[in-house]
C-alpha cells in the first residue's frame, strides 16, 4: 500500500509553515521603531509642558495679602472638640448601639426599646392601629347684618377671648 499524502489546511498551506509575503524582521523593526519614536516625542512634549509652566509661575504677580488675610483660622481658645471627627464617630457608635440593642428607657415606667429590625416585624405582622374618628365639622351660625346691608366695622370677636 501506499503512504497517504499530508493533507492540507483549508488555507492551502502545509501545517507549521506562514506566510513568506510577511517579512517578521521588519514588522519587530517597524515595532520597535515606533514604541522608540513615541517614547522620545513623550519626553519632549513633557519638557516643552515643564518650561511653559516654569515660565507661567515667573509671570504670576504675587498673591493678594487680602487673600492671605482671610485665610481660615483656627477658633479662639477654648476649643471644645479637640478631634470633631472622632466625637462625630464615638456619637454614631453609642446611638447604632442604641438602635441595634434592647434596652430600658424608663424601668420603672415599664417603658423598653427594641431594635429597629424587630420593630419593623412586629409592625408588618400587627400593621398600625385605625386612626381615631375624625369629629364632624361644627355648622358655622350666620351673623345678623345691620340694617342697610353693611357690615360693622368692628372685627368679628375672637373665640375663646374675654
Not at 464617630?89 to 424608663?106: K, N, Q
Not at 400593621?127 to 345678623?144: C, I, Y
Amino acid at each position: 500500500m501506499t503512504e497517504p499524502k499530508a493533507r492540507q489546511v483549508a488555507g492551502g498551506a502545509e501545517p507549521g509553515t506562514f506566510d513568506q509575503e510577511l517579512d517578521l524582521r521588519g514588522v519587530v523593526s517597524f515595532g520597535i521603531g515606533l514604541a522608540l519614536t513615541m517614547i522620545v516625542v513623550l519626553g519632549m512634549v513633557w519638557l516643552l509642558v515643564a518650561h511653559w509652566k516654569s515660565r507661567q509661575i515667573a509671570h504670576d504677580p504675587p498673591p493678594s495679602p487680602i487673600a492671605e488675610a482671610r485665610a481660615p483660622r483656627p477658633p479662639p481658645e477654648p476649643r471644645l472638640q479637640s478631634s470633631p471627627v472622632r466625637d462625630m464617630e464615638e456619637l454614631r457608635a453609642r446611638e447604632d448601639s442604641v438602635l441595634t440593642s434592647y434596652g430600658w428607657v424608663d424601668r420603672q415606667a415599664g417603658i423598653g426599646r427594641i431594635p429597629i429590625d424587630r420593630a419593623v416585624e412586629l409592625l408588618l405582622e400587627k400593621g398600625l392601629p385605625a386612626p381615631p374618628p375624625a369629629e364632624a365639622p361644627q355648622k358655622k351660625t350666620a351673623r345678623p347684618r345691620r340694617a342697610g346691608g353693611k357690615r360693622s366695622a368692628a372685627p368679628p370677636p375672637r373665640r375663646g377671648a374675654p
